[in-house]
């Protein structure tokens, strides 16, 4: 059974950086485009970064834009998502998500993680 599992959000200060993980088991996600989701209380969720496979292109949401950097290790079928300059509108449970389409069509994710809390105080 495929399964996504994030780790690494916790609490951190406004300007402060974090490092997720997503350890996928169960199928090789290789060939898959890997992102980063977040929903904040009383908000939709959104997509603030993707990454296809091969050409490995990358969409990052406005928000996030020069402050966070996906990356995927695909011999360890691991995606990871550095948040630098974090600020309080960050907060929210991010989620690691994986699909077949391309890495900025939000719809195209059918596999999920459990979400891992991100909390930063100003």
């Known amino acids: 059974q495929e399964q996504l599992v994030e780790s690494g959000g916790g609490l951190v200060q406004a300007g402060g950086s974090l490092r997720l993980s997503c350890a996928a088991s169960?199928?090789?996600?290789?060939?898959?485009?890997m992102g980063w989701f977040r929903q904040a209380p009383g908000k939709e969720r959104e997509l603030v970064a993707g990454?296809?496979?091969?050409?490995?292109?990358?969409y990052y949401a406005d928000a996030v834009k020069g402050r966070f950097t996906i990356s995927r290790d695909n011999a360890k079928n691991a995606v990871y998502l550095q948040m630098n300059s974090l600020k309080p509108e960050d907060t929210a449970v991010y989620y690691c998500?994986?699909?077949?389409?391309?890495?900025?069509?939000?719809?195209?994710?059918?596999?999920w993680g459990q979400g891992t809390q991100v909390t930063v105080s100003s």
């Open positions: 169960g199928r090789t996600f290789s060939s898959y485009s």
């Open positions: 998500a994986a699909g077949t389409g391309r890495a900025h069509d939000a719809s195209s994710y059918t596999y």
């Open positions: 990454m296809s496979w091969r050409p490995y292109n990358t």
